[in-house]
């Protein structure tokens, strides 16, 4: 049996975030017969925009896109997208690996 090779590009690290999303979309923890017919949401939406505090250029494109981080442009993915009560405001979650780190940001 060999031992799996290490993912070392951004793209095989959304590619493998995304599956681990998918797995757990359908896991319920209250139900142990697991869910009858499970769904994902699969998100398109098209971001563009420039952020503060070591944010720069922010460009997503069907939810997937990339934004800079310290300088840095970074392949990322918006996961989720959660209203904010009493603000009208909609925060996006975005995931953004690296090889040595995993950013989450709340746009």
């Known amino acids: 049996m060999s031992m799996p090779r290490k993912c070392r590009r951004p793209s095989c690290l959304l590619?493998?975030?995304a599956s681990l999303v998918l797995a757990l979309v359908g896991c319920d923890h209250?139900?142990?017969?697991g869910p009858e017919s499970p769904t994902?949401?699969?998100l398109s939406l098209d971001v563009h925009g420039m952020g503060s505090s070591g944010i720069g250029a922010i460009e997503f494109v069907r939810?997937?896109?990339?934004c800079e981080i310290q300088a840095a442009s970074i392949s990322a993915i918006?996961?989720?997208v959660v209203p904010w009560p009493g603000?009208?405001?909609?925060?996006?979650?975005?995931v953004a690996p690296t090889r040595d780190?995993?950013?989450v940001l709340f746009l």
């Open 15 to 17: 590619s493998l975030l």
């Open 30 to 33: 209250d139900d142990s017969t």
């Open 40 to 42: 994902v949401e699969v």
């Open 63 to 66: 939810s997937v896109g990339s």
């Open 78 to 80: 918006i996961y989720a």
């Open 87 to 94: 603000r009208d405001l909609t925060v996006l979650n975005v």
């Open 101 to 103: 780190n995993l950013h």
